[in-house]
């Protein structure tokens, strides 16, 4: 893009492609933002988004449907999903800033990734053979949650002959049925609700549910119920690590039953992988951090009796079943030099 192009949706989306960036930041009357390897710059030698550009940017986003204009005027924000020319789809999150028209938008990748290419723990293997449970994979937004889910549900799909449901706000990837059959519903298209969705899943025949993220108490029980009736389900949560997801799990419920709600999860939860993303030491690229825990009957004890401080521990000796710590995850890849340890020690405490 050049200091006098006009600044389309698809010439936009062509330079972030281009550049490889992961996220294209638009608002009214500023300039393009793109996030390159983690890092967010401006694209300063074009010009600022006036109204005009953005009205027209708005119309072919919404591929000028006059109803979803007018709601997302209305309500101030729209989360949904947009295929470029070239095929490569995007997430979306439209919004008000200031009372300037925004929007953000993360680029997913067409094609599932390898589990070794994401350098994911060895451990994460056994859930290709798992068949009930609930498995959460966490991190902050940007941290490769989705695509890590992706590539281990892709994988299941060269491998398997599962009917997989996904369940989606909205779908960023479209699988591709190998050995598997998948049926993708989106919130808001194919269905009301997350809840909704789940609670249908359970009359559709169903091996896999993947379930977007864990965004409330309905949800998550939800989620449960399936776990609980032999399903194998996968999804998101926003968490930093194993026993922070534990809680908020259990946080979404009222305090009166939460002893109860600890003793389903403890009988229902699979594992959970959490990750981050550290910039490589070349310079070039971001490579992942994980912790993995898997439940044992330790780990169980330990949440149905809410000494959730001790699953650390457990982590630390859990080795043969698969179990990572993240630091010595990210200590790992120091030692072999593909990233700098000022780049991650930020993430631990004195006692991790």
Do not use: C
Not at 53 to 78: M, Q, Y
Not at 100 to 111: L, W
Not at 184 to 194: C, L
Not at 326 to 350: H, P, Q
Request: charged fraction near 25%; hydrophobic fraction near 40%; avoid cysteine.
């Amino acid at each position: 893009m050049t200091e006098t192009t006009i600044p389309t949706l698809e010439s936009i989306l062509a330079h972030a492609i281009k550049i490889s960036a992961s996220d294209i930041h638009i608002t009214e009357w500023q300039h393009l933002g793109f996030r390159i390897h983690g890092e967010l710059g401006k694209l300063t030698q074009a010009p600022k988004l006036e109204t005009p550009a953005i009205k027209s940017l708005v119309h072919e986003l919404f591929h000028g449907d006059p109803e979803k204009i007018e709601h997302f005027a209305t309500n101030r924000d729209a989360d949904f999903a947009y295929v470029s020319a070239d095929g490569t789809p995007f997430r979306i999150n439209g919004f008000y800033k200031l009372g300037k028209v925004g929007f953000v938008m993360r680029r997913i990748e067409r094609d599932a990734k390898n589990m070794e290419d994401l350098g994911l723990p060895p451990g994460v293997s056994k859930l290709l053979t798992a068949k009930q449970g609930l498995f959460l994979i966490t991190g902050p937004t940007g941290s490769g949650k989705s695509t890590t889910m992706v590539s281990v549900i892709d994988k299941i799909n060269e491998q398997r002959r599962e009917h997989i449901i996904t369940i989606e706000d909205p779908i960023e990837f479209i699988f591709k049925d190998k050995n598997s059959i998948f049926s993708q519903r989106e919130v808001g298209r194919d269905t009301n609700s997350f809840v909704s969705a789940i609670r249908a899943a359970m009359r559709e025949d169903p091996d896999i549910v993947m379930v977007g993220e864990m965004r409330d108490k309905e949800t998550v029980e939800a989620a449960m119920n399936l776990a609980e009736t032999g399903h194998l389900v996968f999804s998101t949560l926003h968490t930093s690590g194993s026993v922070q997801t534990i809680n908020r799990l259990i946080q979404f419920f009222h305090p009166d039953i939460q002893n109860q709600v600890r003793v389903r999860l403890a009988d229902s939860l699979l594992g959970v992988l959490s990750q981050r993303l550290v910039p490589k030491a070349e310079g070039h690229g971001r490579v992942g951090i994980h912790e993995l825990m898997f439940i044992t009957p330790a780990i169980k004890n330990l949440i149905k009796s809410g000494d959730l401080v001790q699953i650390n521990n457990n982590i630390e000796l859990g080795s043969q079943e698969g179990m990572i710590p993240m630091r010595n995850s990210a200590d790992k890849l120091r030692d072999a030099g593909i990233i700098k340890e000022e780049d991650y020690i930020g993430y631990f405490t004195n006692n991790e």
